[in-house]
């Protein structure tokens, strides 16, 4: 969860040159006066930081594609945990116990 002064899960601007350094702070600027919030997760805008660009490091290999290889597996927790809850017996065909 974000928070003032935390990187971890921060909102954050690296702009790699004095027009995009420029840019960004007058977005900010605009979005700290109109009292903008972020419509994923509600962090205002006032909560952004711009800082410079450094070196770029990639992250380790599993958290590559991470949405594309757990999008399955959690849609089917989502569909077994449907059907514990019974949210699916009126869609699901009734079996016949006999």
Do not use: C, N
């Amino acid at each position: 969860e974000p928070r003032y002064g935390s990187r971890q899960y921060g909102s954050m601007i690296f702009p790699s040159d004095e027009d995009q350094a420029r840019e960004a702070a007058e977005w900010l600027q605009r979005g700290t006066t109109e009292g903008r919030v972020r419509e994923k997760d509600g962090v205002p805008a006032e909560m952004t930081t711009i800082e410079p660009a450094s070196t770029f490091y990639a992250a380790e290999g599993y958290h590559q594609k991470y949405w594309e290889k757990w999008r399955v597996r959690l849609g089917v927790g989502a569909a077994l945990y449907a059907v514990a809850l019974g949210a699916l017996g009126p869609v699901l065909p009734a079996s016949d116990p006999g």
